[in-house]
């Protein structure tokens, strides 16, 4: 039998997705199970991305433009102008999610062996785009006594090698919820012009900042040749499975190099395309009843979280989701314990373990992420069933 | 200004789309211009699939498991059953496009350095995604003598070192239309088990076999942990820009670590899936039209082709493609003649150099692809072009 390749090996599995045998295990007994665990919003898509795929004319659904359809780029440059960024459609690669625009810039920016750096904890994919492109994710631990805010530059100092060559930031943050200040981007904008990096900036949930707005790393002036920005249509728009995102650069090298790679394989979706074009046009108030309902549930979890006896949970300013640091011997066991041994009221909830998101998994062991993705009453219930969950762990600590 | 990486600069740029500024220009010109270039059927997406798209009720687009919608993978694997296999929906992991099956299989079989040997001519983009996993491919020729049959098994031999991990072949064949007979689908299979290697079949234009029928690799029994399939709606349904393809194996080991590249990137496209599980209800005649109407126009084009003095094309038995050998230096260099310089009845046409379906470009330099996705009556009226433009074409040879 052939082998299997190293990287293959090597290939972390998903963190979240291995406690979900689990989870069926616990609905099969009739268990009532409050979902945290995944960033999978259930606000309703626009109905105007769904309205504009239904009422398409199309005769043969072809291959699109490599970069995307010149019309949906046009627009997007457009609507960078909302987040004070100077961008024309021959800057824009549109991609298949806004995983594929990090794959695109691991390929076309670094070497294998080359480093990126990362504050952590971090979205968890980046580690397996890294293990694909051969190239090693360097973390750099931010902490929940200081709300996970940017760590010391002279952190990042002490591992930038000769083989560092990108930053990699998400603001508002998966797994923290934490947004950059102005002043932490333009730190890391002095720290990546001063040692020539790269500075990758995934702006996924960049509406959902519910005090001070979350800058757009293309808004820093000077940094035109280093920001790659990966942006995606899945939770903006509650549009996750159309699988549409972007790549944005203003370096002229950097986007020919990516299109190579883009042309490989041909085009990004089609029919999300239409739908993520029309919902360009949705006006600006649109995300006015999201953010509300977002902010909302935010309040309740993080007052819940804070009132449990030993929890503590530092109040995240975007995104949706918070990290929770519990009583607890280890996060992985408490989640599957969750799942496989508790219920209150008949019903219990599923958290994905912190271990996930961090390097070195022990840093994440009494923590984990929650995603508000529930409504304010199914919050309050999955509380209740995490704060009896506490007092009856067998591992608990204190 | 960071540095572009190794893999960006060696990444090739499409040799298909190259041409694409001078049809621009000719087109600005007023010159119509005959798209015999790239593989975009011109055949109507069937309204099934179009339908199942419109009538969907879906209130949030979210992710899909990330191998696929299970009633999808349930539906295509009991389709198989057509071509002889005996798959299950846990031995297909639904991709996007044909595309990222390659890629997933590139990733979990081979590691940077490792070979994978290819029949030449070949599908140019297995040089980009090779080039993206640090893999090289090994060259087999084929000759247009033989209709661009099988090379002997001997001249495979001669290339296997310690490095070869797979061989990759794709029948019906894309550029020359050759379907392999199940005499040499026997030889590979010999081949590839002494040797312990992965067979990569890419069969993209599977139900595109005129007389005799193509053979799937899935079918060649022993060869289960060997055979690696690359699906893909694009061709099949007219649907290319739905960007659904599978990755289907019966080797557990692989499609458990496939998975792992399938779960960093969460889902393939959602809207796509729903289209596609409408098509595996088609009536089995749905392809008869398609077929009839694909057949007639290889013989207008073939025929054609061949009596124009010093043109030699090869009967292929599938897909829609044409390798001619033509009386010319430069394929590139006529090419972008045809665009530049001519036009017959205010008409020109446009043509894949082989140039770039042959590692070694010297190999393609008198030959072009023809993809015949026009009408039977443009066919003509571009064979009337070419036939005019070779006339014509300073750089004609004897």
């Known amino acids: 039998m052939p082998s299997i390749s190293n990287r293959g090996h090597q290939m972390p599995a998903s963190p979240i997705r291995k406690l979900v045998p689990y989870a069926e295990a616990a609905k099969k007994k009739g268990t009532k199970v409050f979902h945290l665990n995944i960033g999978q919003p259930d606000i309703e898509t626009p109905a105007a991305i769904m309205d504009a795929i239904k009422n398409n004319h199309i005769k043969v659904l072809e291959y699109s433009h490599s970069a995307g359809n010149e019309s949906y780029r046009i627009k997007l ?5 909302k987040i004070g960024a100077n961008i024309t459609k021959d800057e824009i690669i549109t991609t298949t999610g806004g995983s594929e625009a990090i794959q695109f810039a691991f390929l076309a920016c670094l070497n294998p062996g080359d480093e990126v750096i990362v504050p952590e904890p971090f979205y968890a994919n980046y580690n397996g785009f890294a293990t694909a492109a051969g190239v090693e994710v360097v973390p750099i631990t931010s902490y929940i006594e200081t709300g996970f805010a940017l760590p010391a530059i002279s952190e990042f100092e002490k591992v930038i090698t000769e083989k560092t060559k990108a930053i990699c930031i998400c603001s508002p943050n998966n797994p923290t919820g934490y947004i950059y200040t102005p ?3 333009e730190l ?15 702006e996924a949930y960049r509406e959902f900042a519910y005090e001070a707005p979350a800058m757009s790393a293309l808004a820093l002036s000077g940094l035109e040749n280093n920001v790659v920005m990966f942006d995606t249509i899945s939770k ?3 549009a996750c499975g159309a699988r549409l995102g972007a790549l944005v650069t203003k370096n002229k090298e950097l986007i020919n190099t990516a299109m190579k790679f883009a042309q490989a394989r041909l085009s990004p979706p089609g029919l999300a395309q239409i739908g993520a074009e029309a919902a360009l046009d949705l006006p600006d108030n649109y995300f006015d009843d999201t953010k509300a309902e977002y902010k909302s549930r935010r309040d309740t979890i993080i007052g819940r979280l804070n009132k449990i006896p030993g929890v503590i949970s530092p109040n995240p300013g975007g995104a949706f989701y918070a990290i929770a640091q519990l009583p607890i011997d280890d996060s992985d066991k408490f989640c599957q314990w969750l799942l496989e041994s508790f219920s209150y009221n008949n019903a219990t909830l ?16 009494k923590q984990v992420r929650l995603a508000y993705v529930l409504n304010n009453n199914d919050i309050n219930n999955a509380m209740d069933c995490l704060e009896k969950a506490l007092q009856e762990y067998p591992g608990r600590t204190n």
């Open 183 to 185: 002043e932490e981007m």
């Open 350 to 365: 599923m958290l994905a373990p912190a271990t996930g998101f961090y390097s070195n998994p022990e840093l994440g062991k």
């Open 236 to 238: 903006r728009y509650s």
């Open 77 to 81: 440059a457009e609507s960078y102008k």
């Open 188 to 202: 890391l904008k002095a720290l990546v012009l001063k040692y020539d990096l790269y500075l990758f900036s995934d």
